[in-house]
């Protein structure tokens, strides 16, 4: 079975530019979450759907960011516009359910760089 | 603020040699999360300890579970060069279906 899916895996971008990072979750997850991960931070949450709805989005750093998830197979984050301490890996996440009790898949990772 | 709080920050040992890592959290929890993540990958659930659970084993794996510490241990025996990763503790978020890691250990493994 094909684990969680994220793309591109590797994004540059210039200051100022829109970018959108893409995520396919594991078939059948109701959960899906976003999450950043730098060094000096660590790794954050910054959203939740479940069953396709926001849940949780107070760690959305600004509203240069926003995340949608328009069905249960589809999900993107876009930052816009884009700036340097943006730079980080950004991954995405599933669970069968809410995690309470269960465990997240995490894809790949899309690792961004903001010049 | 994070929930879960890893001991210690890094860790160096020789292949065969075993590796205990700790970890703090706040609040009650229903369960509690190990997780490895290799350089440039993302992260790979390992192993689920339920509060009512003290001790699980998985493999070369034991977690351990002190729900009146708040803390939990996990140690892998027969350690292995591929062993080498960082490894962060999770618990859900106080009233919410967060999952919220630690701040993780790095584990290094040497031949």
């Known amino acids: 079975d094909a684990g969680v899916i994220q793309s591109p895996r590797h994004e540059v971008t210039e200051m100022g530019q829109e970018v959108t990072l893409r995520c396919k979750p594991i078939s059948g997850h109701n959960s899906l979450f ?3 991960q730098t060094m000096m931070r660590g790794l954050e949450l ?14 959305m750093p600004e509203d240069r960011f926003s995340a949608k998830m328009p069905n249960a197979s589809f999900s993107t984050l876009k930052i816009q516009p884009s700036e ?14 809410g995690t309470g009790g269960y465990e997240q898949y995490f894809g790949p990772g899309t690792r961004l760089t903001v010049t | ?13 020789q292949e065969g040699e075993n590796a205990t890592m ?60 591929a062993d080498t990763a960082s490894y962060f503790c999770a618990t859900p978020g106080p009233n919410t279906d967060k999952l919220i890691f630690g701040t993780g250990t790095r584990l290094q493994v040497f031949p």
Not at chain 1, 46 to 59: A, K, M, R
Not at chain 2, 3 to 10: T, Y
Not at chain 2, 30 to 45: C, P
């Open chain 1, 84 to 97: 340097p301490r943006d730079s980080a890996v950004y991954f995405c996440a599933s669970s069968p359910q």
């Open chain 1, 46 to 59: 910054l959203i939740y759907f479940n069953n396709n709805v926001p849940i949780d989005d107070s760690g």
């Open chain 2, 22 to 81: 700790n970890c703090s959290y706040k609040t009650s929890i229903n369960n509690l999360q190990w997780y490895r993540q290799n350089s440039g990958r993302g992260l790979v659930h390992l192993i689920l300890i339920r509060s009512n659970e003290r001790e699980k084993h998985s493999g070369r794996l034991r977690v351990t579970l002190d729900t009146s510490k708040k803390s939990s241990s996990l140690l892998i025996t027969a350690s292995r060069a």
């Open chain 2, 1 to 13: 603020s994070q929930q879960g709080e890893e001991d210690p920050q890094a860790l160096s040992i």
């Open chain 1, 34 to 36: 976003w999450y950043r």
